[in-house]
């Protein structure tokens, strides 16, 4: 795949069609949480995965957590924000390892992102909305480029380059604010996925992975679990 060319289509986007496509699917949160909680799939249950860039890793920490120096609490670590994408990883005596590409939104013990939070109610939500990583702000849509990010399961929907995915606030009216402001967030995702992706090909070097070891390569070279860099 030509990551420059596809690049180069992302930035060509226009906002305006995107925003006509956003508005003729419909779309409204009802704030169900499904997009944040882990999932039953065929084969049992699947906890969420979302892809989580380097940049915005360090984003979650500073939005989540005390500053470095402690004063305002104990600062949040890598690996409060963020996993090795568990995808190309082998099930070893000592749990996953080997070699994987960039990073997922961290989770609670039963699958979902650790930063949703259902009040008394069951209504969820996020603890850091203004924060949140451009998948999420962007869901259920995606666009039409190779090199990009799609969320788990097929296109429900798709108007030109946009693709809707399953949710229940699909087909809902919104205003031509909204899906503008969707539609910028959504080329601005497609971009930066497209420059991380070229960034991990230009970056990528193997490493060999003893027993128990695991390596996330991602734009910025190849890292531990808990994001410092394999020397
Ligand atoms: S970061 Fe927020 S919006 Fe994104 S999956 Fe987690 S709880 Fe949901």
Known sequence: MDLDAELARARDLDVSELADAIESIGFECTRCGACCKGYE??????????????????ALQDAAGGDSDGESGPPTEWRDVARPMPYGLVEGD??????????ALQTTACGDCRFYEEDGSGQGACQVHEDRPLICETYPFSVALGG?????????????VVRAHECEGLGRDISREDAEELARALKERAIRELREARGVTEAYEPV??????????DSEGAKRPDGTRVQ
Request: charged share 30%; hydrophobic share 25%.
């Open 94 to 103: 000592d749990g996953p390892e080997g070699e994987t590409f960039e990073w």
């Open 148 to 160: 990009t990010s799609q969320p788990m399961g097929e296109a429900v929907d798709e108007e030109g």
């Open 208 to 217: 060999e992975t003893g027993p128990g070891e695991v390596v996330v390569h």
């Open 41 to 58: 799939a065929d084969d049992g249950p699947e906890p969420h995965t979302a892809t989580v860039f380097p940049d915005e890793v360090r």
